[in-house]
């Protein structure tokens, strides 16, 4: 009877939630990247769990080390109920020094070494890795189901991107039966699919593996002093040398709305950060967070309703294609094509423009921001203008490559020291 269960029910997830994400500048100081806020009440890390969960997974460990304590009490907080007389539990695995005092998670492969013993108390067959750091809507159960299917020692998540952007990606050559020959990190010459000379498969750095097959091939690496523990550098080249490794491509197991395309995210620039959660400001945006058939789970605060005041020339409150989370005190301010997170309050005759506003923001009287950023917590003064002379802002905040504006209560202090 047990071989007629969906595969994931047979199945752990390993998140790796580690990394600071440093491209992130600022917003990465407090907080590690997968604990970052996106669209307008998650967290990163949300989506790789909610895609879990979604598929029938219940059993999940995350492994964190930089400056998890935000991402913990996250978890704590909106992922506290599994319940584990049902043999479902989220387990979070900071980095402990397990192995000896002096080694911390030395790799992505490495952090679910040291935590092999945990693992084997799972009672798992398969186990898929995942990293904790991206935006998309996913079906692991279709890719566990390839895995079984080809007999794969593991199988590789894929995106299916332009040639001319692969170099920013490790990047898989594939037979016709989507068999990887070769494994290139970021190569200046991506290879093309078989099928489409105009594309290639990128990694999405979501690994499939049956348990006992992964658990052999960890401690080899773990006795291997040349290696540097990581399934992208170490592990998955050696099996596609070796062993049999299988491409899965995303487009086969994205969860999406009828004739959608597949979306896929790495926030971790500044811009790339601004331009996805602007994108939800979107008529009808790509990534459905409507979608009560795969929901987005998270921690939802109990906040008040959103709400809006004064109906006068020039000191209206009014939200024109944006998003207002709950607890947001819209006060006579003008709000265009911005994402506002929980608890955000605005004053009178300030304008919000493609803004991104993190939790808890103070926007005082009479600012305006243009494409901009603001980290949790800031209390904008009365009158600061940003995103309007790049020159001029570039002397306090921190402006990106494409000209967002980004904002945090010590340039906040500088600029008020300044005045």
Not at 219 to 227: C, E, F, N, V
Not at 301 to 313: G, Q, R, S, Y
């Amino acid at each position: 009877m047990a071989g007629t269960k969906r595969l994931t029910h047979r199945s752990m997830a390993f998140v790796l939630a580690g990394g600071r994400g440093s491209r992130l500048k600022e917003l990465t100081d407090k907080r590690v990247k997968p604990a970052v806020y996106f669209g307008g009440k998650t967290r990163i890390i949300d989506f790789a769990l909610s895609n879990a969960l979604n598929s029938g997974i219940r059993r999940m460990a995350l492994a964190t080390q930089y400056k998890a304590h935000s991402l913990i009490r996250h978890c704590q907080r909106g992922w506290n109920f599994f319940r584990a007389e049902r043999n479902e539990f989220l387990d979070i695995l900071p980095a402990s020094q397990r192995v000896n005092e002096s080694m911390w998670y030395r790799g992505t492969a490495d952090a679910v070494a040291q935590n092999i013993d945990i693992v084997d108390s799972y009672d798992i067959d398969y186990i898929v890795i995942l990293a904790g750091d991206h935006i998309y809507k996913m079906d692991y159960e279709v890719m566990l189901r390839q895995h079984v299917e080809t007999g794969a020692d593991v199988t590789v998540g894929c995106l299916t991107v332009p040639r001319e952007e692969a170099s920013a990606f490790g990047v898989m050559a594939v037979d016709r039966d989507s068999n990887i020959t070769s494994f290139l990190e970021k190569p200046a010459d991506p290879p093309a699919m078989p099928d489409d000379p105009t594309k290639a498969l990128a990694s999405m750095g979501i690994y499939v593996f049956s348990w006992p097959f992964l658990r052999d091939l960890l401690l080899k690496d773990a006795a291997d002093p040349g290696s540097s523990h990581d399934f992208g550098n170490d592990l998955i080249p050696d099996i596609v040398k070796y062993g049999k490794a299988v491409a899965h491509r995303f487009d086969d197991s994205c969860v999406r709305a009828p004739g959608a395309e597949a979306y896929w995210r790495d926030v971790g620039t500044i811009d790339a950060f601004w331009q996805a959660n602007i994108d939800m400001t979107d008529f009808t945006p790509t990534l459905d967070l409507w979608d009560r058939n795969w929901p987005i789970w998270t921690y939802s605060e109990t906040v008040p309703p959103a709400k809006f005041i004064h109906d006068e020339k020039d000191r209206r409150g009014v939200a024109i294609s944006s998003m207002v989370a709950g607890g947001c005190i819209i006060s006579g301010t003008e709000v265009r094509n911005s994402l506002l997170f929980t608890q955000v309050h605005t004053n009178s005759y300030a304008v919000l423009d493609h803004s991104v506003i993190l939790p808890d923001v103070v926007i005082n009287r009479s600012a305006r921001l243009r494409k901009a950023v603001v980290d949790r917590g800031v209390v904008i003064p009365r009158g600061l203008v940003a995103g309007e002379d790049p020159e001029e802002d570039a002397k306090f905040f921190r402006v990106s490559e494409r000209g967002v504006t980004l904002i945090t209560q010590p340039m906040v202090d500088r600029w008020q020291e300044a005045q």
